[in-house]
């Protein structure tokens, strides 16, 4: 008998567990939509879009969905109508027992500004994202005739090794395109390092970080007004 008690038990709990679901289904059919709850995540400081215009959103596309039921509201949807923003990267939107809608979003990061055409980011997947009116991103600015092939497919992986490096994301301010060369505006000094095709760049960028440390530092910032990289193994520089 003593056996058999821990079997009973676990055999109530479950029907108690059936019982009470059941009522809470039944109770969640008829729960109206009290409103909308959103969370937009700032964590990268961000601000290309706010709390309103999610409420905007969804007023435009589903009316009033206080009138309702939750369990009516189609939760997908929704998700697909949200991310129809383009600054906006994911949403989840999911209800809760006491009547309300609560949308959870992630903005979209961008890591480089194309100023080339009407201009447009390239964010942290390698994609292309349209400007804000609305709010501008402290990023890197790349400028020239920029191809879009070029800025995500070779642009954003080079600038996303520079994001990694404390040194380059302290140095570096621009990028500046000509044809498929490159070259690089320092925050400090007024010279320019010119890199040429990226093929290579990370030894480029190595023989850059030696020069610096041992060179340029000792001399000074302003002695040069042109660094240049674009030769195998070799650094020529151009004194003012």
Not at 43 to 57: Q, V
Not at 117 to 131: A, H, I, N, Q, S
Not at 203 to 208: A, G, Y
């Amino acid at each position: 008998m003593k056996k058999a008690v821990p079997y009973i038990l676990f055999g109530s709990l479950l029907v108690y567990l059936i019982i009470v679901l059941t009522f809470a289904s039944a109770e969640e059919d008829t729960v109206k939509c009290k409103g909308v709850q959103v969370f937009v995540d700032n964590s990268e400081g961000n601000a290309f879009i706010g709390e309103e215009d999610i409420h905007e959103i969804i007023r435009r596309n589903y009316g009033d969905v206080t009138k309702m039921n939750v369990v009516d509201i189609d939760k997908d949807s929704m998700e697909h109508v949200i991310c129809r923003a383009s600054e906006i990267k994911s949403a989840q939107v999911y209800y809760s027992l006491d009547g309300y809608i609560h949308v959870n979003v992630t903005q979209r990061v961008p890591v480089l500004r194309i100023v080339s055409g009407k201009g447009y980011y390239v964010d942290e997947e390698g994609k292309m994202m349209p400007l804000s009116s609305k709010y501008t991103a402290r990023v890197m600015v790349a400028t020239g005739n920029i191809s879009q092939q070029f800025a995500c497919q070779q642009l954003y992986p080079f600038v996303m090794k520079l994001k990694e490096d404390k040194l380059w994301q302290a140095l570096v301010e621009q990028i500046v395109v000509s044809g498929k060369e490159v070259s690089l505006i320092p925050k400090v000094g007024n010279f320019r390092i010119v890199l040429g095709r990226l093929e290579g760049v990370e030894q480029k960028m190595e023989n850059l970080r030696l020069f610096l440390e041992k060179g340029i530092a000792l001399k000074g910032w302003n002695i040069y007004k042109e660094i240049n990289l674009k030769f195998e193994n070799q650094i020529v520089c151009v004194k003012r």
